[in-house]
């Protein structure tokens, strides 16, 4: 039985993924458990994501004694460990793939954080997990970095299916499109079929509100307080109309007569951090068809108890969100600054939990060595 408001969010055109995955997860059946009950058709994973399973229970135990026996490098163990889980989780969710005609059913999977400026290292990684992994719905997920960007057009042109991650900003989130239109473009080129070829670019939401609200907070006036919690569902509003714009031009058009798919928003970081705020925040107010709602499991049972599914809730505020932003650059707070410093703090934490990992996994393959 699926739980009424997930499949009232799944009818309203948004595709639940769930923002974890272990292997425990994977052995006790609790991934195809939300499948069933909770209308999952989609799972993405991060650095931080792999760090905590691996730090979690025994689940990995076997795996690290036959790659410790092998004489297995930390770096190589971590691929070997994160895309077993991949291709597994791949497998658990072909049906939803073939469902879909390839949209949902997917898996993301991350290059290594510490390539997040490195173009040609982030290309190398990016066909080396799709390889490795070996599976037709496979994300591969690359930041919307600088560096990223050339990446994502050469992945895509490669015939990759790419996740664009860690988009903070509007002007950024353009560039995106941009990038992937080109890789389309570059793969009909090369002969490559673009209709096996899809993306989504996740839009990270949360911590525009943390950031932002941590400002106004400074400001301490009753008028930026009133604008506390609001930024980033107004951002992510925005990137919506970015994304209509997009989809509604001639090259989109063109691209789409030759086969190409939406490279949907994907609305990331939905978990809410002040808890002063509504915990399903970033799902119910972000409801508009064609986007992709990725959550941690807290988020996504505290839908399932009490979400209010009210449908496209995006497309007609476009004018609510830009006064809003405008609102808030009016308290001398920088639109800009603000994103491109939760750019750099993204790359910067997904490196700290990708060292955790690799620590992780050194300690473990030294103890069973």
């Known amino acids: 039985m699926t739980n009424n408001n997930t499949e009232a969010l799944a009818q309203a055109g948004v595709s639940i993924w769930l923002d974890d995955l272990s292997r425990e997860r994977l052995d006790s059946g609790s991934l195809s458990d939300l499948i069933a009950e909770r209308n999952v058709v989609g799972v993405t994973t991060n650095p931080s994501i792999f760090s905590n399973a ?39 969710l072909r049906p939803q793939y073939d469902a879909t005609d390839g949209v949902d059913g997917r898996v993301s999977i991350e290059v290594s954080p510490l390539l997040a400026n490195d173009t040609e290292g982030t290309i190398a990684e990016a066909k080396l997990l799709h390889e490795k992994v070996d599976r037709e719905n496979v994300l591969i997920k690359i930041p919307a970095t600088e560096a990223g960007l050339p990446a994502i057009t050469e992945a895509t042109a490669s015939g990759i299916s790419v996740n664009v991650t860690l988009i903070f900003s509007l002007p950024r989130y353009r560039e995106v499109i941009n990038a992937y239109y080109t890789g389309l473009e570059q793969a009909l080129e090369r002969g490559v079929d673009i209709s096996k070829v899809h993306s989504v670019a996740s ?50 058009k063109s691209l789409e007569t030759a086969g190409a798919r939406l490279q949907r928003p994907l609305w990331a970081s939905t978990g809410v951090k002040d808890p002063s705020l509504p915990d399903t925040l970033y799902v119910v107010d972000l409801v508009a068809p064609n986007t992709v709602n990725t959550m941690p499991e807290k988020t996504l049972e505290a839908v399932a108890d009490h979400g209010e599914i009210r449908g496209d809730v995006v497309s007609d505020s476009y004018h609510e969100a830009n006064k809003l932003l405008d609102a808030i650059d009016d308290q001398g707070i920088s639109y800009t600054e603000v994103t491109q410093l939760l750019e750099d703090e993204g790359v910067e934490k997904f490196v700290v939990a990708w060292n955790e990992l690799k620590g992780t996994v050194s300690a473990q393959l030294e103890q069973a060595r």
């Not at 400002?215 to 970015?242: F, H, M, P, S």
């Open 203 to 252: 839009f990270f939401v949360s911590r525009v509100d943390v950031e932002i609200d941590k400002r106004l907070d400074a400001l301490g006036t009753d008028e930026a307080t009133a604008l506390k919690g609001k930024a980033g569902v107004a951002n992510a509003r925005l990137a919506y109309q970015v994304f209509e714009d997009a989809i509604g031009s001639e090259r989109a």
């Open 54 to 92: 691996l730090a979690a229970g025994h689940a990995y135990a076997d795996q690290v004694k036959e790659l410790a026996a092998n004489g297995t490098g930390v770096d190589e163990a971590i691929i070997e460990i994160t895309t077993e889980d991949v291709r597994r989780a791949c497998d658990v």
